[in-house]
């Protein structure tokens, strides 16, 4: 706070201790700082960040969300898979980023599946794991006794995945950038299926400043959510490239140098285009003398 006023901050953008600073609002109010935490209550914060809780709120506002049945220790996991195994099936950790924790099950029941432990360890980035050994990893995890890690089992959602870029107020979406990746490319624009979705749900936790959604399409083509990130996606970038640049458009408006943004404006300003990120050296001088 003290910071903050030392260098006349007018908007502050927070990261992922947003419940932090959430805890303090009035007094950031107070100070004339307009507090962006990507929600306005800790309470919003707590049940984005919890991924069943997230899932349970989705269905009360009857939001299309990815199904999940929580498991907290192995009788609980094997119960679900017998119930649940005749499907493509994954698990990811109830709290968690950047898709830590998350596995594909290979159940060996898929057409032309076929166990192959190596092959799951040798091409990781298909976060594929066979079933029985990521059982036995976690029924004999060290790291699990000690610091148990609730889990969520999941039907594996087989369609297109999209990350949506947003930037809202209060619950009400200003602006907003679609993408979706193929191989290394990603593909920018806007695309009004997801966003039918994902309009409602920033309204329903009531959002606050430039948050990105995860929401993945299910065999019948459905946009289904996956989650809510609190705060800006690591790729929010390649939104530029779409002669929209979010950030400015946010900030333009919190600090009074813009008229409030209109999403039916924005949609018509966004070009629709392909990016892909490069690899770039940058030479870091000797400053030590």
């Known amino acids: ?29 107070a100070a004339g700082i307009r ?7 800790v309470a919003a914060l707590e ?5 069943f809780a997230f899932m349970q709120q989705c269905h009360q506002h009857n939001i ?51 166990y192959d432990s190596f092959e799951h360890l040798y091409f990781t980035e298909e976060k594929k794991i ?11 995890s060290l790291m699990v006794r000690e610091r148990p890690i609730p889990m969520l089992l999941m039907p594996y959602l087989s369609g297109q ?6 930037v809202c107020e209060y619950g009400e979406v200003l602006a907003a950038v679609t993408r979706y990746k193929t191989g290394k490319i990603q593909h920018i624009g806007y695309e009004q299926s997801v966003m039918d979705v994902v309009i409602p749900l920033i309204k329903a936790f009531g959002c606050d400043g430039i948050v990105s959604v995860q929401t ?27 002669d929209v640049d979010l950030t400015q458009v946010g900030f333009g408006y919190w600090l009074g140098l813009t008229d409030k943004p209109q999403l039916t404006d924005i ?23």
């Open 216 to 242: 993945k399409a299910d065999d019948d083509g459905q946009h289904r959510v996956l989650e809510i990130n609190s705060r800006p996606s690591g790729g929010i970038g390649y939104t530029t490239h779409s």
């Open 35 to 41: 507090l962006l935490t990507g929600a306005t209550s």
């Open 267 to 289: 949609i018509q300003q966004i070009t629709p285009c392909q990016v892909r990120s490069i690899m770039v050296g940058v030479k870091i001088e000797d400053t030590a003398e």
């Open 130 to 140: 066979n079933t029985a050994q990521f059982i036995n990893a976690y029924t004999n």
């Open 47 to 51: 049940s984005i960040e919890d991924k």
């Open 64 to 114: 299309p969300v990815a199904d999940a049945w929580r498991f907290d220790n192995v009788t609980e996991l094997e119960a679900l898979l017998a119930e649940h195994g005749h499907q493509p099936l994954c698990v990811k950790p109830v709290v968690g980023i950047f898709a830590q924790g998350f596995w594909r099950l290979d159940s060996g029941k898929e057409p032309d599946e076929h």
């Open 1 to 29: 706070m003290e910071h903050a006023k030392e260098h006349n901050v007018k908007v502050l953008l927070t990261g992922r201790n947003g419940v932090d600073y959430e805890a303090h609002r009035e007094a950031f109010d």
């Open 161 to 166: 995945e999209y990350s949506i870029d947003v």
